[in-house]
């Protein structure tokens, strides 16, 4: 929930996929296929540059088997990415639940953003992801820079007392409904819910007007979510 930034021009793509029930009652042979054809699909995005990490939901969200969170130079990419999954293999048993888009900037309340608020854009993803849209009130905005400074002086310090916890922080004005994306990258998910009741109690909490939905993923490889939703060995 810090509002941190990157050096690069960055957009972010928070994807919750639902697989059709259906779909585990196709012949073995169709669902390797379909399977198979998945992967494929997701090499292909990956060769044309963009970066997807793959997270596992199903058991833990109601409405998502598969979470992506895709990181690319353009929203065009995307856009194609998104298009590319959806029309062959398993892909067209998939429905987007949750699309959450938006972009990496500078921020207006920190100098430089430290590795722990650069998150999945550094090193290896660890073994949860959270993704947490919010969006804040007009009063907000209205008041001063230098009350907001304060008060997210306050919110920062709160946050890099869990150093197992980092985050990535995503503008979404004018692109999505939201107005912020963070992803929350951690191995720790005590310490990540620990982080969020003591945020609860800060300043900053008072101008947060929605911060719904949140999604939960574990990190998995492409094959081993496939062969839990259901794919043949």
Not at 87 to 98: D, N
Not at 110 to 117: D, L
Not at 147 to 170: D, F, K
Request: overall charge negative; some cysteine; glycine content about 8%.
């Amino acid at each position: 929930m810090t509002e941190s930034g990157a050096s690069s021009e960055t957009w972010i793509h928070a994807i919750g996929l639902r697989l059709e029930p259906a779909w585990r009652r196709e012949p073995d042979a169709s669902r390797t296929c379909d399977a198979t054809d998945l992967i494929a699909t997701e090499r292909e995005t990956t060769a044309s540059g963009i970066r997807t990490l793959t997270y596992a939901s199903t058991g833990l969200e109601p409405d998502v088997d598969i979470l992506l969170f895709r990181l690319a130079p353009a929203v065009d990419e995307l856009q194609a990415a998104g298009a590319r999954l959806l029309r062959r293999g398993l892909g067209r048993w998939l429905e987007v639940r949750h699309s959450f888009l938006g972009r990496i900037g500078s921020s207006q309340y920190v100098g430089k953003a430290t590795s722990q608020e650069r998150s999945v854009l550094d090193g290896d993803p660890a073994r949860y992801l959270v993704v947490y849209p919010f969006t804040k009130s007009a009063d907000w905005y209205l008041t001063s820079r230098e009350a907001r400074q304060g008060i997210m002086n306050e919110h920062m310090r709160v946050g890099r007392g869990y150093p197992a916890v980092r985050q990535l922080l995503a503008y979404s004005f004018g692109v999505d409904d939201q107005d912020f994306v963070v992803a929350y990258d951690t191995d720790d998910l005590v310490a990540f819910a620990e982080l969020v009741r003591e945020l609860r109690g800060t300043e900053s909490r008072r101008s947060t007007v929605s911060d719904r939905p949140l999604l939960l993923g574990v990190h998995r490889s492409l094959e081993q979510i496939v062969a839990d939703l259901g794919a043949p060995a």
